[in-house]
């Protein structure tokens, strides 16, 4: 779970095009564990006025699908308290009913989700 609230390198595309590539200076969290054996499928993001990424977090802590990760991951300048802001999903692996869960709380937060497959 990330926010990207700013433009060209920090604004949605600029952070999915870090993500996705390979080669870069290993700075995020997510950095790091992308340089391992995981991978980027595609992300579900949404536009909206204000930063929901902790109550995107907290959705995800909440909803029994979805497993929290190491604590602290991805939220160490959380100031709202996340314990982490990286889930992994228990059930299942099929990328399309993951990807339609994660819609699902999107809309329930009350924002359009929206599915980009890489």
């Avoid at 870069?24 to 391992?36: A, Q, V």
Wanted: glycine content about 12%; some cysteine.
């Amino acid at each position: 779970v990330g926010a990207a609230t700013g433009k060209g390198p920090s604004s949605v595309a600029g952070r999915l095009r870090r993500h996705g590539s390979i080669k870069k200076r290993k700075h995020w969290h997510i950095d790091y564990l992308l340089s391992g054996k995981a991978c980027v499928w595609g992300s579900v993001w949404a536009e909206c006025e204000k930063s929901f990424e902790c109550r995107l977090a907290k959705a995800l802590w909440d909803h029994p699908a979805f497993e929290p990760g190491p604590p602290g991951f991805g939220a160490t300048d959380c100031t709202r308290g996340c314990g982490t802001h990286l889930y992994q999903h228990r059930l299942e692996t099929d990328i399309e009913s993951i990807f339609a869960k994660l819609q699902a709380i999107f809309n329930d937060l009350g924002v359009a989700g929206r599915l980009l497959k890489l």
